[in-house]
């Protein structure tokens, strides 16, 4: 779903219903960042943008209510879209075509052991392999996931995030930047998965929760901005 996830990060990619509307499940993409990256806001951007393109519904699934909504993003200012996102959870219909879960670390912390995170990682696939198998062939059910990592400093369980890693080719990680004036920044980078090249963007979030979405600036020498991640997952 690393597509679905560049059109919110992409400013200026022109939005509503595709053409290809077979096209692009991806393999599933695992959302990584640190407390207050905003790894919920990019999720819920990706529904909206998600739910209004056609190809049916879309489940956001998380355990804490939403506080705000993402600001000033495209899909943010359609009502109609949120409609469509909202309308999934209200009564049975067709399958969603896409899938998204806020806070895998929450249904991970009561038994952080390697092994139950690869059974949920693999309950998860195999729900989303449920609704492909629903919606008929050629479709298919994408799976977008945010998972909090450690604090700075906090290397945290390195096994389970390598395992997770095998569950989710695609994968983007939110760092944090030097702050500009009252803003949270934070670097996005996207690895999806072997089906293009590596994109960066920088986020931004002012005081009142705006989102603000720019190209990360290249910079010519810089060897990070062609690299793949680390052996440890992060850029």
Partial sequence: MAETLKRVLSPGRAAGP?????????????????????KTALL????????GEGRGPVLFLTRRPLQSLPRRTPAALDP??????CS?????????????LDGLEEYLAEDPEPQEAAYLAALLLDTAAHFSHQVGPGRGCGLL????????????DPLQL???????????WLQPVAPGSGQRCFRACLEPGG??????????FQPDGEMTITPWP???GDPSSNQGPSSGGQP
């Fill in 195 to 204: 089906l293009g090249p590596r994109a960066e963007w920088r986020v931004a």
């Fill in 162 to 172: 390598s395992l997770l890693q095998r569950y989710f080719p695609a994968q983007c």
């Fill in 145 to 156: 996931v945010a998972l909090q990592t450690q604090e700075e400093g906090d290397s945290g």
């Fill in 88 to 100: 999934a959870h209200e009564a049975r219909g067709p399958a969603p075509f896409l899938l998204l």
């Fill in 80 to 85: 109609l879209r949120l409609q469509l996102l």
């Fill in 18 to 38: 595709r053409e290809d509307m077979a096209a692009e499940v991806g393999p599933p993409l695992l959302l990584l960042g640190g407390p207050g990256s905003g």
């Fill in 44 to 51: 819920f951007a990706a529904a909206l943008e998600a739910a």
């Fill in 218 to 220: 290249t910079q010519a």
